[in-house]
Nanobody, 125 residues
Framework: QVQLVESGGGLVQTGGSLRLSCAAS????????MGWFRQAPGKRREFVAA????????YYTDSVKGRFTISRDNAKMTVDLQMNSLKPEDTAVYYC??????????????????WGQGTQVTVSS
């Protein structure tokens, strides 16, 4: 069992930066693939970024490539999402997720077993 708690959300102007953090509790964190998803009002949840557990390979949706960076610290049991050059369209609730499944379906929310409660990110224009 893994519990996830996100932090770091807030209000920022266009072009600004935020760093989201997801703290995990439980065992074997280092063997979980970790992902960030987001959901804007009236829209479906969408994949943002993921990091594998084997060699910490990273994956991003096209709209955030070059602006967002996902990283993990297995000793601290955290996964962070550094978000730069934020745009109003990045406004959403951001969720951290963990997967212990075999495979690489990082883009699919069904691949993940555990979810955090979410943190709000609002980018003003």
């Amino acid at each position: 069992q893994v519990q996830l708690v996100e932090s770091g959300g807030g209000l920022v102007q266009t072009g600004g930066s935020l760093r989201l953090s997801c703290a995990a509790s439980g065992r074997a964190f280092g063997t979980y693939a970790m992902g960030w998803f987001r959901q804007a009002p009236g829209k479906r949840r969408e994949f943002v970024a993921a990091i594998s557990w084997v060699v910490s390979s990273t994956y991003y949706t096209d709209s955030v490539k070059g602006r967002f960076t996902i990283s993990r610290d297995n000793a601290k049991m955290t996964v962070d999402l550094q978000m730069n050059s934020l745009k109003p369209e990045d406004t959403a609730v951001y969720y951290c997720a963990a997967s212990r499944r075999v495979g690489s379906y990082y883009f699919d929310g069904d691949f993940y077993d555990y979810w955090g409660q979410g943190t709000q990110v609002t980018v003003s224009s």
